[in-house]
């Protein structure tokens, strides 16, 4: 850069003491010739032409030195720039050149200056909104993932990712990390017909059902969201079960009360002890009917998400008392011995009403189902932060498939049986969401033959500090 400099400032130089040489050669000899005879003007030439000549040599001699100095400090400024130039084309935005004085390389210096000055900021804000913009893609529930229009992953969220796992990352195929073809058909759709598809995906995940919607961006290229909706399926299923459980258990009783009416109106002359045992049935039905609305709408109360327990602390030798005494009746006339197998003396967290529910659902699970072995034995024992309750009968027992399944809504071992004995498959479902509002947890035991285990646990109370402290001996003041 340098040479460049000076061989331009040095030659523009020569050329100007040219320039003078031979304007100063063409004036001078039409002066001295305009002056002088022929002898005396051509020496006058040769004497000026010889000064002109060192004249010029002490000018270039001169020139060089101040023409190589102009030129270092002129290029050592553009290298500065040419320097500055490449850090800002490498990114560093933070580059800036040391400007002084008043002429034009410092104004345009200030003026680079300012211009990265604003690139810098332009860039720091594009970089935060950036950073917000995939901060919140992967707060998102749902998987995002973009696709250049040669079928690329551009980008993809967190939620993405750990569904794709470690195959997807950018600039690799979408389709060497998603294989589901239902998600491949709505991408392609997107990005060669531009247009808004919608699907579904049941191969993405195991055991996971996701809505598809992939939409094409306006700089080519496609947007894909996927939101997993398996809850909501079995949300779906659930109620649609629940409405036909529902529905079936209601229509068994309806149609039976409905054919003996029919028949007692039918009937001009009923028979009295007819009638009685029409009645009878009619008024089993019914009662059955009852019982099922009243599940229903306890079932519907302790599974609402605004069902709240009053738990205090409860003794739990007298809860497991308290049920003894209130469902003993039931018992006796079921010819059932209702045995107690004793509790610890400590509190824990429990509403009474809630428990004495809980117990009265059990006691007359087993009874219906454990009859057989004519006693039940309830009892409870004291853990490490909790104490477990158990309601055992010694009926003909439970096959260990149904066990994980009992607690269901509307779910029956034998149903004809259930049906025979009055019971509505909701029993053990109230059960479940009650204790575990309670903050513990439920399970059934059980072996054919050999009847049923209910456990269940129940949190301690806290110890307050004055329970706590250690009692302090009163000293009789002396006499």
Not at 47 to 56: C, D, I, K, T, V
Not at 74 to 102: M, Y
Not at 178 to 200: M, S
Not at 201 to 226: K, Q, Y
Request: hydrophobic share 45%.
């Amino acid at each position: 850069m340098t040479r460049k400099v000076f061989t331009k400032l040095l030659g523009l130089f020569v050329l100007l003491l040219v320039f003078q040489t031979v304007v100063m050669e063409f004036v001078f000899r039409r002066l001295v010739s305009a002056n002088m005879d022929g002898h005396a003007a051509s020496d006058a030439l040769h004497l000026l032409a010889h000064r002109a000549l060192w004249s010029g040599l002490v000018a270039l001699a001169v020139a060089i030195p101040v023409a190589a100095w102009a030129a270092s400090r002129i290029s050592a400024r553009l290298d500065r720039v040419v320097a500055f130039a490449r850090r800002i084309a490498e990114g560093d935005l933070s580059a800036r050149l040391d400007h002084r004085g008043a002429d034009e390389l410092s104004a345009m210096e200030a003026a680079l200056n300012q211009t990265a000055e604003r690139l810098g900021g332009s860039f720091a804000e594009i970089e935060s909104r950036r950073h917000e913009l995939a901060a919140m893609l992967d707060s998102m529930q749902e998987a995002v993932v973009a696709i250049t229009p040669e079928g690329n992953v551009r980008w993809s969220n967190a939620v993405m990712q750990r569904i794709a796992g470690t195959q997807i990352h950018p600039g690799r195929p979408l389709v060497h990390s998603v294989r589901d073809p239902d998600v491949l058909a709505c991408v392609r759709a997107a990005l060669d017909r531009h247009e808004v598809r919608f699907g579904r995906a049941s191969s993405l995940m195991p055991g996971r059902i996701f809505e598809i919607n992939a939409a094409p961006l306006p700089s080519d290229g496609a947007l894909v969201v996927m939101h997993d909706v398996t809850a909501i399926e079995a949300a779906e299923k659930s109620r649609r079960e629940f409405v036909a459980n529902v529905s079936h258990e209601l229509r068994t009783p309806l149609t039976s009360i409905q054919g003996y009416v029919e028949t007692l109106v039918e009937d001009p002359m009923p028979n009295p002890e007819t009638t009685r045992e029409f009645l009878g049935v009619i008024l089993k039905n019914a009662t059955r009917m009852n019982r099922l609305t009243e599940d229903l709408l306890a079932l519907a109360s302790v599974e609402s998400p605004d069902y709240k327990v009053t738990r205090q602390p409860t003794r739990a030798s007298a809860m497991l008392q308290d049920a003894i005494e209130s469902l003993g009746g039931i018992v006796v006339d079921s010819d059932v011995e209702l045995e107690s197998g004793g509790a610890p003396e400590v509190l824990v967290m429990a509403d009474p009403d809630a428990m004495n529910q809980v117990f009265g659902n059990l006691i007359e699970n087993a009874l219906k189902y454990g009859k057989a072995g004519r006693r039940i034995h309830i009892a409870a024992q004291l853990l490490v932060s909790e104490v477990e309750f158990t309601v055992q009968d010694f009926g003909p027992g439970i096959a260990s498939e149904h066990l994980d399944r009992i607690f269901e809504r509307f779910y029956r071992i034998d149903k004809a049986r259930s049906r025979e004995s009055g019971g509505t498959g909701l029993g053990l479902a109230i059960v479940k969401h009650i204790v575990q509002a309670h903050g513990g947890s439920i399970w059934a035991e059980s072996e054919l033959g050999s009847g049923a285990q209910f456990h269940f646990t129940l949190p301690l109370a806290p110890v307050s500090p004055v329970a706590a402290a250690p009692a302090v001996p009163q000293q009789t003041p002396p006499v």
